[in-house]
């Protein structure tokens, strides 16, 4: 009996040992639930021992600034992040990563009081490898993080806002010794048709044992339908800590589903890592067959199709979670896109989201991603110190970390993108022109490295130089790359019309306006073709914007969406869907009696972890269920189970306040980390009250007195405290339009920064008249205008907020006086937009236009 005992005892512990050899065949774990968040920054948080327990709760994705509402301010400065968890007995002999898809902007990581890693750059993933620092049970992370304004960390610049945060998805994953690195294949089709497709496959596989290693990669390619339709195997030595790179081939794949806008077909490669015939790893790569090509006389060619690009700018931020937005909010930003009619967007003006992305994958959006080289308004002139100084640094000594910053981000993008389907070009920059002068050749240099890096990484996409419409002389940058992105008034400029190389209309329009605002598409710059696809050359263009965001600048700005903040469509979204998808707009609300409300949500069942959400769209109704356009206060409110708003377990919409109800609407985003039945109610005073259930599934269920109860966090718009609205000046190169310009003349020249240029009128022009649009909402102090030799002037200056509605301002119609420049004081009056009327063609020109001012709301 002893005997049978034994071999017993035996057999178990050989099972288990067993058991313990097994490998992990890569287990990738969302980290987004159980965290604890303070902001300010706090010595010794990194240590297990910290007291945290008066921190907030928190679930990632997560801002420093929630709740936010398009405040033009917000915290700048640190916050920490905290959380357990537990690392069982069979990952001892594991390679463990921590992975986030971002996180802003300079972070530094902490496991069990040491230090494992750091990453600076806001907008692009990163892989900490914590093995050695975990221990078998109860471990703690911490995250020390700040969104400081920094001279040597790129965006210096850039009309968005900035804030601090853990504001994507985090990842706990789990390897083999032996495993394909972090976004570590390649897959390219270099021959694409109908009929036959072949497919390059590069890896990189590391070894982290501590042997010397014989390593097999099989490569299994899989159809849109899970079919195995071709497979490679090639076999490496790797050294300890060594690399391998494998380069596989598939000659051909026969009838290939192409990837395209109407049939977004997506292939897998299987890349499957075997060690003395034992599996160590599978990593799974989706990509789709197609091809893509710019030309500078015929447009853009996808699949050997030509199409016109009808594209939108976006931004990532939505109401109330600022840029801690869930997967599920990015896949619905791309439907209503999609939803629309267009067929492009632009990522302005930084790398997205991984779900953005794969979404737009999935739905057969092209998309267009690009690095943070941005500017808004800088220029020798601008104070050193936040997100509106010169796009490239003026001090000498920041600039070598500034550029190895650039360049760290554009690499990280392309090698986290460059599988995505949907991307078709790389961009360098927007608008880096906007820089002190001194500094364009440092530029131009940078750029060029910038494009060369690009083909290093990715010879298969185009290196586009974004928003590249200045400067107009010598120094010119839209042709430093393989394509450029004009701009506003780019779209127009005659030396970029037909440049010979690659082209598009980066962005056009810039209409601001509340929800519902007009019918109409706002064409702006594009207004002189009625928005129509007239020149053979250019590939496209890309409305400013698609949702309305949170900007530095103002609302001016922020406002100028086709959707609102809270993604309730505007008229201009109705139009163009009428337009391209020909279907026609609903009727619009009329005011009435609002006697009850409707609530409704997008979806009925929403993960827990972080990654899915809930949009919840509110209307007023009149007695026979009708929409009316009246806004009265609505408050929604859990009434029981889990989740919560932005602000807490309530939220107020009212028609004056930064969280609106406009136009008989209001939406919100709603989320929860705990599964459970929840039941929300919309009421308001005298009106009948609605609700709404929804479900939340996930593994730790909602228990009513036992979960933690939700943080309560009343809205309060953020002010900056202790920094005076400087005075800024604007105009150098700013947008310019006007009522015509001689072809050695146009616009453009009386915002250049050169006196010795300057925009004439033409000779037929009856009603000549130069403007200037800052882009921004200004309290106007000085207008200073300077005119290419000296005569008798005649004109008038005036302002407007929305270029629509204009403020006289000065009237010097009936001047008698020699003059060559001229000074305007006005003492603080309202408006972002410049017009200088003449009397007469023959002596309407300006040489430069300086406008000075305080950006206000």
Known sequence: MKKIKSLLLLLVLGISCLAQKTPVIRAKLNF??????????????????????????????????????????????????????????????????????????????????????SHKGGYTGFSIDISDAVVTGK????????????????PRAGEHTFSGGLYRDVYLVV?????????????????????????????????????????????????????????????????????????????????????????PNLYTAVSTVMVNGQMQDEYRTSFGIRSVKFTSDKGFFLNEKHI???????????AGWGDAVTNAGFYRDVKMMKNAGFNFIRGSHYPHDPSFVEACDQMGMLFWSENP?????????????????????????DRDSFENSIEQELREMIHMYRNNPSVIAWSMSNEPFFTASQTIPAVRKLLKNLVDISHQEDPTRVAAIGGSQRPLDENRIDKLGDMAGYNGDGGSIPLFQNPGIPTIVSEYGSTTSDRPGNYEPGWGDLAKDNGQAVHDWRSGQAIWCGFDHGSIAGARLGKMGIVDYFRIPKRSWYWYRNEYLHIAPPEWPQPGTPTKLRLEADRKTSKTDGTEDIHLVLTVL??????????????????????????????????????????????????SWYAGKTVIRATSPGLDSAEVVVNFLGETPFVQGVTPGVTERPYHRFSKQGQPNILQLFGLNNPTFGSSFMADHPTSFAADGNKKSWWQALANDQYPNWILDTEKRLSLLNINLTFPDED??????????????????????????????????????????IRISFDKAAKAKLAEVEVSGKVVE
């Not at 907030?56 to 640190?78: A, K």
């Not at 016109?308 to 939505?318: M, R, S």
């Open 308 to 318: 016109y690009l009808l594209g939108a700018n976006v931004h990532q931020d939505h």
């Open 32 to 117: 987004n639930k159980d965290w604890k968040f303070q902001l300010g920054d706090f010595k010794g948080a990194e240590q297990i021992s910290f007291d945290d327990q008066s921190w907030q709760n928190v679930g990632l994705p997560h801002s420093f600034s929630i709740p936010y509402f398009m405040s033009p301010d917000f915290y700048v400065g640190y916050g920490w992040y905290r959380k357990q968890f537990d690392i069982p007995p069979h990952y001892a002999d594991k390679k463990l990563f921590l992975e986030f898809e971002a996180a802003f902007q300079d972070a530094e990581i902490f496991v069990n009081g040491r230090k494992v890693g």
């Open 622 to 671: 009149d007695a026979q269920g009708k929409a009316v356009s009246n806004n009265p206060p609505v408050e929604l409110k859990v009434v029981s189970g889990p989740g919560e708003f932005p602000t807490g377990s309530t939220i107020k919409f009212e028609e004056k306040s930064d969280i609106r109800i406009l136009d008989g609407q209001a939406a919100i985003e709603f989320r």
């Open 792 to 833: 008798v002037y005649r004109f008038k200056v005036e302002v407007s907020e929305n270029m629509k509605d204009w403020k006289l301002v000065e009237d010097f119609m009936n001047n008698q006086q020699k003059i060559n420049s001229k000074q305007i004081t006005l003492s603080g009056i309202i408006g972002g937009a």
């Open 139 to 154: 471990n703690m992370v911490a995250v020390r993080l700040n969104n400081l304004w920094n001279p040597r960390l790129a």
């Open 373 to 397: 080289f941005w500017g808004i308004g800088g220029s020798a002139k601008t104070p050193e110190g936040y997100w509106n100084s010169s796009a490239y640094p003026t001090q000498e000594t």
């Open 175 to 263: 390897t083999e010794p032996v495993h394909v690195t972090w976004y570590g294949t390649f897959v390219t089709t270099p021959v694409v048709s109908s009929k036959n497709a072949s497919v390059n496959i590069t890896t990189e596989v590391k070894n982290s044992s501590s042997n010397s290693t014989s390593v097999k990669l099989r490569t299994d390619i899989l159809s849109p339908d899970g079919k195995k339709v071709a497979s490679v195997t090639e076999t490496k030595t790797i050294e300890v800590n060594e690399v391998a790179s494998f380069d596989q081939s598939i000659q051909s794949i026969k009838n290939p589903k192409l990837w395209d806008l109407n049939s």
